[in-house]
């Protein structure tokens, strides 16, 4: 059993690693669309001709929106997200796993499974899925020459995924720590990263 757990742990934390890698890729070409739209613009008033469009302005919006939804679980792997929890940092390594296991249990936990069903129909409406169970055309954006809504709605359900995916990976690694304060699964606990006041 504590060989699949850990196997588990492994598989879960690398894919962390690879969305936070590719979260921060999509940064740089956040910064290069941006980049090109403001030029573009300039440029095209220049020369009186519009070198721009609305799929570069949506493609940016919607990678901007990427680098959030595909950085949940890296973040919650490293334990980089806001603590403002003064007493927090002072407690003893294994009551700081106690609150974090509980916390990840009691709340984050069912959060994830709440937001995972509450988004399913509205991004089976936006694939084009009808209250008749049909199917129609998928759901675009209202702008002229915009980009289909529908697959970036769908990484919203992909993202809360990942990320329960690593709450249990979180759990699987602060339940020792909890009972012994010594860690089985290696030490990127959430309750093993620094204290980050911001």
Known sequence: MKKLLAGYVRIVDRLAEFTGWLSQMFVIIVVGIGFYNVLARFIGRYVGRQLSSNVFIEAQWYLFSLVFLLGFNYILKHGINVRVDFL?????????AQIDFWGHLLFLVPFCLIAIQVT??????????LPNGGWGSWEMSPDPGGLPRAPIKSMIIVAFVLLLLQAIAELIKLYPIMRTGKALFGEESIADAPLRIE
């Open 120 to 129: 399913i129909n509205p991004v089976m409406r936006s694939w084009g899925r």
């Open 88 to 96: 927090f940092a002072n407690w003893p390594r294994k009551r700081q």
